[in-house]
């Protein structure tokens, strides 16, 4: 079983930045990729970024696309994103997940981080 924790979230005004962490654990942990979502009140959730646990490889929502960072440190276990230019839309709940291999789904899930942006 792998436990994703997330942190780093908190009460921020627009325009200001956030680094969220995720640390994985549990059993010996191997991720083909992991990403970001995010659900702000009353709406459904939604995808923010990915990377691939390998090679790096990035990919975002245009939500986030130059204004967001996701990456990792293999050595921790721990997944980032760093978000910049926040706005107010950007308040939701962040979750981490994890896709265990390329034929999964993103299979584990933390228990997410608030993120508030006043204006």
């Known amino acids: 079983q792998v436990q994703l924790v997330e942190s780093g979230g908190g009460l921020v005004q627009a325009g200001g930045s956030l680094r969220l962490s995720c640390a994985a654990s549990?059993?010996?942990?191997?991720?083909?990729?992991m990403g970001w979502f995010r659900q702000a009140p009353g709406k459904e959730r939604e995808f923010v970024a990915t990377?691939?646990?390998?090679?790096?490889?990035?990919y975002y929502a245009d939500s986030g696309e130059g204004r967001f960072t996701i990456s990792r440190d293999s050595a921790k276990n721990t997944v980032y994103l760093q978000m910049n230019s926040l706005k107010p839309e950007d308040t939701a709940v962040y979750y981490c997940?994890?896709?265990?291999?390329?034929?999964?789904?993103?299979?584990?899930w933390g228990q997410g981080t608030q993120v508030t942006v006043s204006s």
């Open positions: 997940a994890d896709r265990p291999d390329r034929e999964s789904a993103y299979d584990y």
């Open positions: 990377i691939s646990w390998s090679g790096g490889n990035t």
């Open positions: 549990g059993r010996t942990f191997r991720s083909y990729a």
